[in-house]
């Protein structure tokens, strides 16, 4: 290893180390890892971290060759998700957090065999209007609720929001927190599902989702720097 290279995962370890201070129980940290090679992966794994976020499959095919070594990182797929991709993310990658329409959630219950596991879902709902971001209005949602329930094969654990950019802290408190409440409504409704899960909080605002009682945060750029 090079001396860069050392020093860049001696800082990884090290801001790992930090994140975790902040963690209460039950709360985990998906490391994002788009745009960043192999090595910083393998830097976040030597210190621990098992939980790994990419936003393009091609991305995860190409690491997860180059990481064979290290069987037991759990996949999280974060970014939009393609239909022509749906096979390949089931082959590829344990949870999938941005499931945002009635109509991929159809084609993954579709692709479900029972060669392949089905995945765990999170469902992308957006609490501020934001036209570039994919993903259900809450109120949407609703609607879509029961064709959703009807889909068998599908392992829905919970949600998963993005605070839009721009937002002041107080608005970005709010929307976590009105995504706590309609997760909370969604439980009482949800027949099939727990829906334990709410994903939320990155590398700017985590802190804000901890507080609105978020279970999984997905930080990039906390961990392995700038991209
Ligand atoms: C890139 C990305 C993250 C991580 O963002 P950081 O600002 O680097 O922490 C989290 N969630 C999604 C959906 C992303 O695309």
Redesign the pocket.
């Known amino acids: 290893m090079s001396e860069i290279e050392l020093t860049n995962s001696a800082r990884i370890a090290q801001r790992i180390a930090e994140l975790r201070s902040e963690l209460p129980q039950g709360v985990r940290a998906i490391a ?1 890892s ?1 745009y960043k090679p192999v090595s910083a992966i393998r830097a976040a794994y030597a210190a621990g971290v098992r939980d790994i ?1 990419e ?1 393009r499959i091609q991305e995860v095919i190409e690491k997860r060759q180059l990481l064979a070594d290290l069987p037991d990182i759990t996949w999280h797929f ?2 939009h998700l393609q239909s022509n991709k749906v096979n390949a993310a089931l082959a590829n990658v344990d949870w999938i957090h ?1 499931v945002d329409s009635l109509k991929l959630a159809q084609r993954i219950d579709r692709a479900i065999t029972s060669d392949v596991p089905s995945p765990k879902l999170c469902l992308q709902v957006k609490f501020a209007p934001d036209p570039d971001k994919f993903g259900w209005e809450a109120d949407e949602l609703l609607r879509d609720w029961d064709d959703l329930e009807a889909l068998e094969r599908l392992d829905v654990r919970g949600l998963m929001t ?1 605070a839009p950019l721009g937002l002041t802290e107080g608005e970005t408190r709010a929307l976590f927190e009105r995504a706590q409440q309609f997760l909370q409504g969604l439980r009482v409704k949800a027949k099939r599902w727990a829906l334990e899960e709410l994903s939320m909080g ?3 605002d985590y802190r804000l989702a901890i507080a609105a009682g978020t279970t999984a945060i ?5 961990i392995f720097g700038e ?1």
Do not use: F
Request: net charge positive; hydrophobic share 30%.
């Open positions: 994002v788009k976020g936003s974060i970014g941005s993005i990155m590398s700017n997905r930080v990039g750029r906390t991209r």
